[in-house]
């Protein structure tokens, strides 16, 4: 499995790293589109939507949704899409907490499911996308969120394999430890402070720019436990098998869906301050 991942990785990993600096950001933001629907036809799935006509119109829905979005980046307004995936993801945390909360198929809790779904693609879509367009070097800082999550998460792997002994969330993901998470928050945060040293932040404000990236870094965490909680309630293993050993494109996102609205949104504070 871990060659699975490795080959899989050397793979997608420079595709990404393309489209995230070569792209210009319409071009970007049509291929995240596309990706994150690819990903709400799968969150749909584990929503208990059995049909592939219901997931189908769930997928022109959200795609709606993204064109509703559009205007706003660039803009200010951007800021309130963004904060709602932020305190989406905040209120997440009671789900996991009460990881028994619409387990039961019903159309009600099935209801709730899709509009977390909306939650989560949305902000995190336009969150990426405000953020490519950004003067200075707004290509480099999506960059470095996507480094980020996959520092946090070859850390966390690298990390639980090594000293995992007590369980992050046994009932919802048996795998994951708190050793796995410290060393996703030592990884990442080792990476934040190069990547922002990099990018020309210094002293206090480098420090700040720690304190967000390790927060989207837990964001992140919260965002896999979520899918986690989705797929065990679902009894299935994978959100699907578009990658080889790594699952669906879901099962690659999840993380990232909620990291970069807070790292967005994280950033962006900093920014303010710095100005005044």
Not at 119 to 133: N, Q, R, S, T, Y
Not at 203 to 229: F, K, P, R, Y
Request: hydrophobic share 60%; net charge positive; proline share 4%.
């Amino acid at each position: 499995m871990l060659k699975q991942r490795t080959i899989t990785a050397l793979i997608l990993a420079p595709l990404a790293i393309a489209l995230v600096l070569l792209s210009p950001t319409w071009l970007f933001a049509f291929v995240i589109a596309v990706l994150f629907l690819v990903a709400a036809w799968e969150w749909s799935l584990l929503a208990g939507v059995q049909t592939a006509g219901a997931r189908a119109a769930f997928v022109v829905f959200s795609a709606a949704l993204f064109a509703l979005a559009w205007p706003l980046h660039g803009r200010a307004e951007a800021g309130y899409v963004i904060g709602a995936g932020v305190v989406w993801w905040l209120l997440s945390l009671a789900w996991l907490r009460n990881f028994s909360y619409a387990a039961a198929p019903t159309t009600e809790n099935t209801a709730i499911k899709l509009a977390a779904c909306e939650l989560a693609i949305v902000p995190a879509w336009l969150a990426a996308m405000h953020l490519h367009e950004q003067s200075p070097h707004g290509r480099y800082w999506v960059l470095l969120a996507l480094l980020l999550v996959w520092a946090a998460d070859t850390g966390a792997y690298f990390a639980g394999r090594r000293f995992g002994t007590t369980k992050l969330a046994p009932r919802i993901s048996p795998n994951k430890t708190r050793a796995g998470m410290w060393g996703a928050l030592v990884v990442s945060g080792a990476l934040a402070l190069v990547g922002g040293w990099l990018l020309g932040w210094r002293d206090g404000w480098l420090a700040g720019l720690l304190v967000v990236a390790l927060v989207a870094v837990l964001a992140s965490i919260a965002g896999d436990l979520v899918e986690s909680l989705l797929k065990r309630q679902a009894n299935v293993k994978d959100s699907g098998a578009l990658f080889p050993g790594h699952g669906g494109l879901l099962d690659r996102a999840d993380s990232m869906l909620a990291a970069v609205p807070v790292f967005v949104a994280g950033k962006a504070l900093l920014d303010l301050l710095r100005a005044s």
